[in-house]
């Protein structure tokens, strides 16, 4: 397992959230959709210009700017690949 | 019996297809006591039962963000509705109930409507209600709100939950040994001082306090400053000792913990998966291909060119009749009464006034129509998705691009159903800069004046003009956005944390119910300022009228013309002469005269005009207004223009005394400007940019008072003037020194 940064990782990549360092509105904004540690995110897509990112999070899709998804540190598989469908 | 009750939910979750099915036709839109928020109420009776229902707007939490949003939450405790109907989407339960969580800390008496179980069904999600109503000790209703499914058991379990409950219960939800200890400390606090206790349940305060919650802080200071004190002493004790011990904020904890609670629950049995759930949704597929990299952006392209031209192509018609009709109401009116003050004012202050309001009401219906499609299909968060990363450059959101488009961002559309459009924007400071700048577009009322100087100046490359002076109207409009977000309307940007909801099929009803409320709320509120500000103009350009000896020598001139024409016929009135010269116009001798005492009628209005206040206020601003290149006529026209864009053409035309100058066929002016020594293509380019770029029409300036504030209506008036006219001077004198007229 590694930790990286949620700008860093590549498309259709799965991970947990380890930590949302941020405060204040942007924080709050950040957690009411769900991005809290512990859940699980799909990195769906980004925009024709690489920001912001489209990810999928229980359920459900949300965008997410490449500087507020700075705040965001995910646990992924190592080494960093689209992981197959074979675990547990 | 009699029930309020309140309608909320995460944006996305099916609110308003259930508030127009529950209150069908039977709804209208409120203004909140003392500030200009708006809310929607519907009506409806069950079993016996009169039932009022308020839509809130959707909220992903109760942190109120907005103005909007903070009125919602007010709404709750002040109004204190007997049930608060919570629509949560069975296809993405955790995150809805995040707002749920905080409904049951505010104690109100709640009733869950689970919606769209066929969506989720569809996707292998199956939720048990019963378990999830006795985890959460509320009622929940499966219900589909498209169909109606379920509704008559929703408002029954509603009516029962108002017979039984008459008081709040708020539930305490556990955050962890450190903060709960804290919040006891709080809960103490504040139940020893009562503080808020009217309003709030105290452990709702605690954690909003926690939370760092901008109202209710500005709101604890002032009905007890000594308690508010101590509070955010122990919150900042608190907030520290989190950091340093577990580099975290509280209101982090909080999040976590809440989301801890909602997944302890579904847990439980509620919710279960038929098959995979990383299938990938029909929704994906189709974003597979529209927020393509390289095909998204072309689709769009298309797809909103295909609105614009529907929206302006399929208007044209009723737009069409709509100006015939007006135009007979006018012919009637001008038959019907004697010439006079009187006469003039109805036919050019009210009938020309409100017609030119009531003349938009198809295209914004259209428009509105369109974007409650791409809106209600989900299609429109795409849109600001792909453009965001360009938008925010200047200071703007990925969701402008819709009210710029609107306005004329591909020439030919209109400030007004752009300035509309910018509902749609959830982030205020971007809102307001968007508002502000999408007047700059080249709406379609422009298109005749850039025609008629392009055609004049620059006759052998329109096009090319055409089309840069379009890229000028996106160039300034975006810095001028820029200006703003970093002057008057500076400020973080707002996180773009946005949902992309699966695509659906919107529903006719819901469109109808859409577009119908907007546009009767530009009737309604648009036409009443409207004809008033038009009267103003009316008598702004009529008044003091020429005097009696002035009449008379232009009367002389006519008499003398016709006397000279016609010696021997029967004396007739100038009235029928000129009739008859218009009724038979093969006979030359008849077809001059008519043309020589049209001049002659012209030089009177041209007179009465330059006479008018309008006139005068032209004449004195010419000192300044000639460092652009601009004479007396031209700034008449300009004022005109305010009225509506196209007055400007028609007023050159009056002003330079040209006979009947219409919008169709502006030759005849064209030649005239272009013979003018006071024109050239250097003052035809500052005319330009100012005519582009100066105060909106003012039936946008009542649309972006009526969006926003008449504060930011004069600012709009007053910052887009300035800035068109420097743009002017610095077109002027820098070709007139390179000597390129």
């Not at chain 2, 004049?456 to 055409?466: G, P, T, V």
């Not at chain 2, 909801?501 to 109808?512: A, E, W």
């Amino acid at each position: 397992m590694a930790l990286i940064n949620l700008r860093l990782m590549a498309k259709q990549q799965t991970g947990t959230i380890k930590t949302v360092r941020v405060g204040g509105e942007m924080g709050l904004r950040i957690r009411e959709m769900g991005l809290v540690p512990g859940t699980e995110i799909t990195i769906q897509g980004r925009a024709p210009l690489n920001d912001p990112v489209a990810l999928r999070v229980m359920g459900g899709t949300l965008t997410l700017r490449n500087n507020e998804a700075d705040y965001i540190m995910v646990e992924v598989a190592d080494p960093p690949q689209p992981p197959r469908k074979e675990c547990c | 019996m009699q029930l309020r009750m309140a309608l909320a939910g995460n944006p996305n979750a099916g609110k308003t297809t259930l508030f127009n099915q529950l209150t069908g036709a039977r709804q209208h839109v409120g203004n909140y006591p003392g500030i200009t928020v708006e809310y929607k109420e519907g009506f409806l009776r069950h079993a016996g039962t009169a039932i009022t229902l308020v839509d809130l707007p959707g909220t992903y939490s109760m942190t109120a963000y907005s103005a909007e949003e903070l009125v919602a939450r007010d709404y709750l405790v002040n109004e204190r509705p007997q049930v608060v109907i919570n629509i949560v989407d069975a296809s993405n339960l955790e995150r809805n109930l995040y707002l749920t969580c905080q409904l049951l800390e505010l104690g109100v008496p709640l009733v869950i409507a689970l919606n769209m179980v066929d969506v989720a069904k569809s996707r292998g999600i199956e939720i048990k209600a019963d378990i999830l109503a006795t985890l959460l000790r509320v009622p929940v209703v499966p219900i589909i709100a498209r169909s109606g499914f379920g509704t008559k058991e929703l408002l029954e379990a509603c009516i029962a939950t108002a017979r039984e409950e008459s008081t709040w219960d708020p539930r305490d939800l556990s955050y962890g040994e450190d903060l709960d200890t804290t919040i006891n400390e709080l809960v103490a606090l504040i139940g020893t001082a009562g503080l808020m206790s009217d309003l709030y349940p105290p452990r709702y305060t605690a954690i909003k306090y926690l939370e760092n919650d901008d109202q209710i802080l500005v709101k604890g200071r002032q009905s007890d400053p000594d308690t508010a004190k101590k509070l955010e002493g122990i919150v900042s004790l608190s907030t520290e000792h989190c950091q340093r011990t577990l580099d975290v904020y509280p209101e982090a904890i909080i999040a976590d913990h809440r989301y801890g609670y909602i997944k302890s629950i579904l847990r439980q049995g509620v919710v279960s998966h038929a098959f995979d759930t990383d299938r990938l949704y029909t929704s994906d597929k189709i974003d597979k291909v529209l927020t393509n990299r390289l095909v998204g952006p072309l689709v769009m392209l298309l797809i909103l060119f295909t609105l614009y031209s529907f929206t302006f192509t399929w208007s044209e018609a009723p737009v069409a009749w709509l100006e015939a009709l007006f135009a007979r109401l006018s012919d009637l009116i001008d038959g019907l009464l004697p010439d006079g003050l009187f006469k003039s004012m109805l036919i050019s202050g009210v009938i020309d006034g409100v017609g030119g309001v009531l003349g938009f009401v198809p295209l914004i219906m259209f428009m509105f129509f369109g974007i409650a499609v791409l809106e209600d299909s989900g299609y429109l968060a795409r849109v600001a998705f792909m453009m965001d990363r360009v938008f925010r450059i200047f200071g703007l959101h990925g969701s402008s691009v819709m009210p710029f488009i609107v306005s004329g961002g591909i020439a030919g559309g209109c400030a007004v159903p752009g300035v509309m459009a910018t509902r749609t924007l959830r982030s205020p400071k971007e809102r307001m800069a968007t508002l502000l700048t999408v007047p700059f577009m080249n709406c379609g009322a422009k298109l005749p004046v850039l025609a008629l100087l392009i055609g004049a100046f620059f006759s052998d490359n329109k096009a090319r003009y055409m089309f840069l002076f379009t890229m000028l109207a996106w160039v300034v409009a975006l810095l001028a956005a820029k200006l703003l977000r970093s002057t008057v309307l500076r400020g973080a940007p707002t996180p773009f944390v946005m949902e992309l909801p699966p695509y659906r099929f919107p529903t006719l009803r819901g469109l109808f119910i859409h577009t119908w409320e907007r546009t009767y709320q530009y009737i309604k509120k648009a036409g009443t300022v409207i004809l008033g500000i038009s009267v103003l103009l009316w008598a702004l350009m009529t008044f003091p009228g020429l005097s009696v000896e002035e009449q008379a020598v232009f009367q002389g001139q006519r008499e003398q013309l016709l006397n000279a024409s016609q010696p021997a016929a029967a004396p007739v009135t100038v009235e029928g002469e000129r009739k008859a010269a218009e009724v038979d116009p093969e006979e030359d001798m008849d077809a001059s005269l008519g043309l020589r005492l049209a001049v002659i009628d012209n030089a009177e209005q041209e007179a009465a005009l330059r006479n008018s206040l309008a006139g005068r206020f032209g004449t004195a601003l010419e000192s300044v207004s000639r460092l652009a290149g601009f004479d007396w006529r031209t700034n008449i026209a300009l004022v005109g223009g305010f009225a509506a864009k196209e007055v400007i053409v028609s007023t050159l035309g009056t002003a330079y005394s040209m006979g009947e100058v219409s919008l169709e066929e502006a030759e005849p002016l064209t030649r005239r400007l272009q013979k003018d020594p006071n024109w050239n293509r250097v003052v035809a380019v500052a005319a330009l940019v100012f005519i582009m770029f100066y105060a909106p029409c003012f039936v946008t300036v009542v649309c972006i008072a009526r969006e926003s504030s008449w504060k930011w209506a004069f600012f709009s008036m007053t910052f887009n003037t300035f800035m068109a006219f420097a743009m002017a001077v610095g077109v002027y004198q820098v070709g007139m020194f390179f000597n390129l007229g």
